[in-house]
Nanobody, 115 residues
Framework: VQLQASGGGLVQAGGSLRLSCAASGRLFSIKDMGWYRQAPGKQRELVAVISSGSTINYADSVKGRFTISRDNAKRTVDLQMNSLEPEDTAVYYC??????????WGQGTQVTVSS
């Protein structure tokens, strides 16, 4: 199973980026798909997660600015990021949870927001 993430880059504060992640391999179903991020010197944190039934949770810091979406048939998850702030600078990782104990990570994509 592989998760391929794309869409990171450099953007000025107030700008937008869209991250995409596609799962491939032998998967019967994916329970939750989400995005996490890790800034230098900080722990990895949840950004947004969406269940197979489209229940969504966002970190408080991104509510109203980021939108997560998912295509179950294509096994993709996207993160639309608007009104980006320098504090959003981090490596973003997509995550696919198959069961409570089985999950996969993508390779990470760098998002840099300049002030």
């Amino acid at each position: 199973v592989q998760l391929q993430a794309s869409g990171g880059g450099l953007v000025q504060a107030g700008g937008s980026l869209r991250l995409s992640c596609a799962a491939s391999g032998r998967l019967f179903s994916i329970k939750d798909m989400g995005w996490y991020r890790q800034a230098p010197g900080k722990q990895r944190e949840l950004v947004a997660v969406i269940s197979s039934g489209s229940t969504i949770n966002y970190a408080d810091s991104v509510k109203g600015r980021f939108t997560i979406s998912r295509d179950n048939a294509k096994r993709t998850v996207d993160l639309q990021m608007n009104s980006l702030e320098p504090e959003d600078t981090a490596v973003y990782y997509c995550n696919a949870q198959i069961t409570t104990a089985l999950y996969y990570w993508g390779q990470g994509t760098q998002v840099t927001v300049s002030s």
